[in-house]
């Protein structure tokens, strides 16, 4: 991309990815420190391994969170701050730092950029990462209705061990992809609070055991969990606002859920309301459309139903539209 004299810009190219939503943005740099210009953070990457400077950045950001896929490809120095009252956290892709404020990453774990000190790391070289950039207050907040604890590490740009259960964090690449990574698809205040959710309890993973609440309040929980989501069926009431509404920390609402149905409770909740979707698809047959009911329902990326829908039932909506409700012996 040339200036008007001629030159070339630092910034290579700024696009909407489409199709898809607008404020899907990939950004790509030839000088890394160029990402100053364009954002609130204060960056100093100092390239020390060879090679061409190139780093590509695909930025989402929602009414909560913002996310950005990021791939350096040179082997860099990176010291910086974090804009005031912004925690972000950062989850490995491929193995992307060598170190995170002179700490060797031997283990899996998650990267803070807190604000209380300087994020400083050695990346490796064509690493690939996404950032997850949200409010102190909001992250906060919402551990406060989870009931769960925000590591005062955090604040400092430590490194987070996430060993006793790191499948978490593949799985919220997995769920972070679908709102990066081309088609991607719209992404809702109830996806924004399941991103969090999920970052949190990976925070939590050292503390994964230490939920004391007894049978006698464990049990109750779950019937008045049960309530709030058949009440709220089609609207994916957040977790949080459940564990609100009843009383109970996500520790041990998860807990009553799994030792009750082996099922956590947003799992819980989402088959709760794909076999309310299955259930209106076959009811109206051909003449259904599919997108409309799962609408109805909560589901508003059709991919992923599709997806999900086949894992749980064994076939895909368009299937069971062709079925009876009722099957009767000849």
């Given amino acids: ?46 390239q020390i391994g060879a090679g061409p400077p ?34 972000n956290l950062i989850v490995m892709i491929t193995p992307t730092m060598k170190t995170w404020r002179g700490i060797e990453l031997d283990k899996p774990c998650l990267l803070s950029c807190g604000p209380e000190q300087e994020f400083e790391g050695v990346n490796t070289p064509n690493s690939r990462e996404i950032n997850f950039s949200v409010s102190k207050h909001r992250l906060f907040e919402l551990a406060d209705c989870l009931g769960l604890d925000v590591p005062r590490d955090i604040l400092r740009s430590a490194p987070v061990w996430v060993t006793h259960n ?33 970052l949190l309890i990976a925070l939590n993973d050292a503390r994964e055991q230490d939920d004391r609440s007894s049978l006698r309040i464990r049990s109750p929980a779950v019937e008045k969990a049960l309530a709030c989501m058949e009440d709220c069926a089609d609207e ?12 109970v920390s996500w520790r041990s609402l998860d807990r009553a859920f799994l030792e009750r149905f082996g099922i956590g409770p947003k799992a819980y909740q989402t088959r709760l309301r794909m076999s309310r979707a299955r259930s209106e698809i076959m009811g109206k047959g051909a003449d259904c459309l599919v997108s409309d009911v799962a609408n109805k329902w909560g589901f508003w990326h059709m991919g992923k139903f599709a997806q999900d829908y086949k894992t ?8 069971t539209r062709g079925r009876r409700p009722f099957l009767f012996a000849e």
């Fill in 1 to 46: 991309m040339k200036n008007a004299d001629g030159k070339t810009d630092v910034i290579d190219d700024v696009s909407l990815l489409g199709p898809g939503p607008s404020d899907l943005v990939k950004l790509r740099l030839n000088d890394p420190n160029a990402y100053n210009k364009v954002s609130e953070w204060e960056f100093d990457f100092r």
């Fill in 54 to 87: 190139d780093v590509c950045m695909i930025l989402r950001k929602g009414r909560s969170v913002e996310i950005n896929h990021a791939i350096y490809s040179p082997e860099c120095h990176q010291v910086g701050m974090v804009p005031p009252e912004t925690i």
């Fill in 166 to 198: 790191p499948s978490r964090l593949n799985a919220i690449i997995q769920r972070a992809s679908y709102f990066v990574a081309p088609p991607a698809v719209h992404m809702t205040g109830v996806d924004e609070e399941d991103l969090l959710r999920d």
């Fill in 236 to 247: 994916a009431m957040p977790i949080s606002k459940i564990c609100s509404e009843i009383g």
């Fill in 312 to 319: 749980l039932f064994g076939e895909l909506p368009s299937e």
